[in-house]
Nanobody
Framework: QVRLVESGGGLVQAGGSLRLSCAAS????????TGWYRQAPGKQRELVAL???????NYEVSVKGRFTISRDNAKNTVYLQMNSLKPEDTAVYFC?????????WGQGTQVTVSS
């Protein structure tokens, strides 16, 4: 059973930075696509960033140039460095890991950006 545990959320002022971490259990991490989604109140869950097993990445347009996703396969961990945070980045951030046909989700971590 795969388990994803996020950490690093919190409250930050606009323009500040946070780094989210997601640690995965199991031995399949290095072969999977992993990343982050977010869900703001009253909105649908949306993709933030993904990183594939070959380290290629995809970003949602509004976070390009501000957020950086990376992975450490030795630690089974994916990171999301978030810089220049804006109030509209406020959401619950969910870690995800895809091992087709199964997608795993973490429990979420709250990020709140004050203006």
């Amino acid at each position: 059973q795969v388990r994803l545990v996020e950490s690093g959320g919190g409250l930050v002022q606009a323009g500040g930075s946070l780094r989210l971490s997601c640690a995965a259990s199991g031995s399949i991490f290095s072969t999977t696509t992993t990343g982050w989604y977010r869900q703001a109140p009253g909105k649908q869950r949306e993709l933030v960033a993904l990183i594939n097993s070959d380290n290629s990445t995809n970003y949602e347009v509004s976070v390009k140039g501000r957020f950086t996703i990376s992975r450490d396969n030795a630690k089974n961990t994916v990171y999301l460095q978030m810089n220049s945070l804006k109030p509209e980045d406020t959401a619950v951030y969910f870690c995800t890991m895809r091992n087709w046909p199964v997608t795993y989700w973490g429990q979420g971590t709250q990020v709140t950006v004050s203006s």
